[in-house]
């Protein structure tokens, strides 16, 4: 069980910056994957970026490609979302999570923080 607390969400205006992060701790492994997922209003919840924990692997969606980047500190067992150019579209509820494969179905990660809130205004 590995639990996950992000933080760093707000409102921003589009175009801005803003970078997310998410602290884990409790039970780990050395091969978990951590990634972001977001929910808007009336909307499933969807893949964003992920990476394993000790590669330099890393899975993005191609709605974030080249605006979005996903980095680790291994010391502070911190991840983070760096978003850049935001969009009124990028507006969402931004969840951490955790689990044993890297890929873009929220089923395969087994641990969830408690999102934080991105507000990007036109």
């Known amino acids: 069980q590995v639990q996950l607390v992000e933080s760093g969400g707000g409102l921003v205006q589009a175009g801005g910056s803003l970078r997310l992060s998410c602290a884990a701790s409790?039970?780990?492994?050395?091969?978990?994957?951590m990634g972001w997922f977001r929910q808007a209003p009336g909307k499933e919840r969807e893949f964003v970026a992920g990476?394993?924990?000790?590669?330099?692997?890393?899975l993005y969606a191609d709605s974030v490609k080249g605006r979005f980047i996903i980095s680790r500190d291994n010391a502070k067992n911190t991840m983070y979302l760096q978003m850049n150019s935001l969009k009124p579209e990028d507006t969402a509820v931004y969840f951490c999570?955790?689990?044993?494969?890297?890929?873009?179905?929220?089923?395969?990660?087994?641990?969830w923080g408690q999102g934080t809130q991105v507000t990007v205004s036109s």
């Open positions: 999570a955790a689990g044993w494969r890297l890929g873009v179905d929220p089923g395969t990660y087994a641990s």
């Open positions: 409790g039970r780990t492994f050395s091969n978990y994957v």
């Open positions: 990476m394993l924990w000790t590669s330099t692997s890393t």
